[in-house]
Structure formats: C-alpha cells, structure tokens
C-alpha cells in the first residue's frame, strides 16, 4: 500500500502541511505489495563509494546544528542514474516523485528526517552523559535509521570528545543507507574535524582523498560503522543479533501494526542485560496507518519487559512521546 502522511517533516523538501494533521492512506492502490526484502550486511567501504563528489547540505535545527544532505541533491543523483530494472524502477518512482512518503515493502519513508528523529536527538542531547561516560567503549543500534539524526548527533559527540564506539545503521532500503545515511555520516565527520563550518548550508567536496582519511580516522579512533538493510525480523536479527548494544534507537518505527511486532522482537533482542536501553521516538498515535504509542507499549509489556515514559513532547498537533525500554530486572 501507498501513503502519504500530512503531517510536517523536518525535510527542507517536504510539502508545507499543517503538523496538525491526521496520516491518511491516499486512494491510489495501483501498486501490488511486493515481499519483505531479506536483511542484508553493506561495508561502509562499499557504499561511500557510491557517494558523488559533490555534496549539497543545510543543518536541521538539533542543538548544535546537525548537517543533513538536501534531499534535492539526492533526487539530482536518482535522476542520472541509470539502472532501469524493474525493482529499482518502482523505487526511484517514490524517491524522485516525492508523492508518497511510504510505499510499504518498497520505500519505507528514510530519505526525511522527520519530527520525531529531531525530539530524539533533542533528547540525547540532554542525557548523553548516560550514554557515552564511564564507558571504554559504546555500542549503538539505531533502527529504521533513514537520515539518522540521533545517531549522528552522538557520532558528532564521540568525535568531539573521544571514545571508542560500534555503531551500526539499519534501514530498510539499501538505496536510503547509500544515498542519507552514509553521505550524512561524512558531512558530520567533515565539519566536525576538517572544516568547522558553521554555515547553514553549503556544499562538500567529497573527494577520494577526503573518503580515505574519513575512514582511516575512523580507524585510528576505534569507531567502527556497519550498516544493514532490510526487513525487521528473524532475518535481521542473524545479522545484529550476535551482540547486544548499549542503546538501541528508533523514531518513526512503529506506524505500521504488521511490522510493529518485528521492530519489538530486534529491539528487545538487541538490548544489553544489566543497562542497555532502548529509546523509541513516536507519535502516540498514526491515524490511517494503526499504529500507535499504547500499542507497541502494551505489547512490550506482556513479553515482561520495563517502560517508561521518558520524554513528552509539548507541541500542536498529534502527540509526540519518547518511552524508555529495558529489561526488567529486579
């Protein structure tokens, strides 16, 4: 199915609609549901390469700034490509039309950076300390990443002030990892430790000579980046569920009530016994959609897990809520 939901996001190329509004499915059903696309393991390596050499970027308003690739840049990128398979086709018709912000099991919706990601990172913000203190070394899972504001700001963190870290991206199309995620992560790194560009916005030159010192420093500092695509469930678990994670993160993540219980099972599965945590950022309820805060928390609960409210978001519009989750262990 196809939706567009007409609520705000924080992408600078999204459609200027009232946050207030309520998600709806549009009409238009003409795409059949195609499977769940298997989990899958990319280097950081292999998808910088696809990065072009240059790229345009403006900050999205975290505290400090974050900078976040245009999505205009993006869909300039689509467009001079020039695979015509038919999987690839269906894709790039949401990516480069922007009519729909999620095409189930084809676009999940991970070139925005929506509302949610920004009160998460907002929240970080305020809490690193929990985080990243006291630890050698940090590990972070974040789900359904997209442009991965909240693991950006705290990859923002661990350059500033050291620390070794795994980090390791998840989202459901490779195209997102490839196109946001990985560009993203070398904007942040570029201006942190290169350019100190204060700047709204502005233009990279990612050159292979900038690509090989980004990832020999990454290196040197012991941070180590994996990134993984595909469908939640048994799939991606073989793949992130080998170790446990001190924080694992999601936003946006539980609109869907058939995927929502996948999302549980890799969130809680992934959660460190004795302090790992998991944050998951969302509007309390998706109308249209079906998913909703009240759901995903009362299913956590009946496995015997903790939650906790550990943010509210006080804006117009559909609520927005953070809920801590942990185990609960006496």
């Known amino acids: 199915m196809s939706f567009k939901f007409n609520f705000s996001s924080a992408d600078s190329d999204s459609d200027s609609e009232d946050a207030s509004a309520a998600a709806a499915p549009v009409t238009s059903k003409t795409h059949v549901e195609s499977e ?7 280097t950081l390596p292999a998808l910088l390469s696809a990065v072009p050499r240059n790229l345009s970027y403006s900050h999205i308003p975290t505290v400090p700034p974050l900078p976040r690739r245009e999505l205009y840049d993006v869909r300039m990128q689509l467009m001079a490509e020039d695979d015509l398979s038919p999987a690839s086709t269906a894709a790039r018709q949401v990516l480069v039309l922007g009519a729909e912000d999620i095409r189930t099991r084809v676009y999940e919706g991970g070139l925005k950076s929506w509302e949610c990601s920004l009160d998460l990172a907002m929240y970080l913000s305020e809490t690193e300390a929990a985080v990243l203190e006291g630890k050698a070394a940090v590990s972070l899972l974040e789900l359904g990443c997209g442009t991965a504001v909240p693991s950006l700001f705290l990859f923002r963190r661990l350059l500033e002030r050291g620390g070794r870290a795994r980090l390791v991206l998840a989202d459901y199309n490779v195209d997102v990892l490839r196109l946001v995620t990985v560009p993203n992560l070398l ?142 262990i006496p």
Request: glycine content about 14%.
């Open 36 to 42: 769940s696309l298997p989990a899958q393991s990319h």
């Open 187 to 328: 904007l942040v790194w570029a201006l942190t430790t290169k350019l100190g560009s204060a700047e709204e916005a502005g233009d990279l030159d990612a050159s292979e000579e900038l690509r090989q010192e980004f990832l020999a420093d990454l290196d040197r500092r012991g941070i180590a980046i994996e990134l993984v695509s595909g469908s939640w469930g048994g799939g991606m678990l073989d793949i992130v569920g080998r170790d446990t994670f001190d924080l694992v993160l999601g936003s946006e993540t539980i609109y869907s009530p058939a995927t929502t219980p996948e999302f549980t099972q890799v969130l809680l599965h992934s959660l460190k016994k004795g302090g790992g945590k998991g944050l998951v950022a969302a509007k309390r309820i998706y109308f249209g959609v079906g998913g909703s805060v009240e759901d995903f928390v009362g299913g956590v609960e009946k496995l015997g897990w903790a939650v906790k409210t550990a943010r509210d978001v006080v804006d117009v519009g559909v609520g927005r809520v953070i809920v801590e989750v942990s185990h609960n």
